[in-house]
């Protein structure tokens, strides 16, 4: 079977190249969507073109979270993003195995919301990652961006994850930033 992965959270090559990227060569069985937290363009502009070519050639779209393409095996590790709002969002992973589901806390809280002796990393460096530094010292292992391949690491090893019927993770309503 195979299984085309497509994670765009970061906002990263924000116009259609990435569509020119794609290798649709073999036409994938499946198609496994980043779901967010992360750039509402991004993640709709994935799902969209996972939702029309699914309707084209029939194949099935799934969803995982893309904070779990941050997750190490072997590595007990809390993935931190920017929720804006002065907020942060968190997902506590044990592995490959989700610990808690993705919540928000007030930026000034995040130190009692990760256990003691977990590594930290963030996909959003840029903004946050001098208060990880701060807050966490050696813990913070700095700032990371979800990936195609960490997505498929995370599918291959949990795929009871898997979400039918993948929508984004909207933690806020849109703000214009």
Not at 7 to 12: D, F, I, N, P, V
Not at 16 to 33: A, H, N, T
């Amino acid at each position: 079977m195979k299984t085309l992965y497509i994670e765009r959270s970061t906002g990263e090559c924000r116009s259609g190249e990435w569509v020119e990227r794609l290798d649709l060569s073999v036409p994938p069985d499946r198609i496994v969507v980043g779901t967010g937290p992360g750039s509402f363009a991004g993640i709709r502009s994935a799902l969209a073109f996972a939702q029309g070519y699914a309707i084209g050639s029939g194949c099935e779209v799934l969803g995982l979270p893309s904070a779990c393409a941050l997750a190490k095996e072997g590595e007990r590790r809390a993935v931190v993003g920017d929720a804006r709002r002065g907020k942060l969002w968190v997902a506590l992973f044990d592995g490959f195995k989700l610990v808690r589901d993705i919540f928000q806390v007030e930026s000034g809280e995040i130190a009692g919301t990760v256990p003691a002796g977990w590594s930290v990393v963030t996909p959003d460096a840029a903004r946050i990652g001098t208060l990880l530094a701060e807050v966490f010292g050696g813990r913070y292992i700095g700032g990371q961006s979800p990936t195609e391949a960490g997505l498929e690491a995370f599918a291959e090893a949990n795929p009871a994850i898997l979400c039918r019927e993948p929508l984004p993770i909207y933690l806020n309503p849109a703000v214009r930033d």
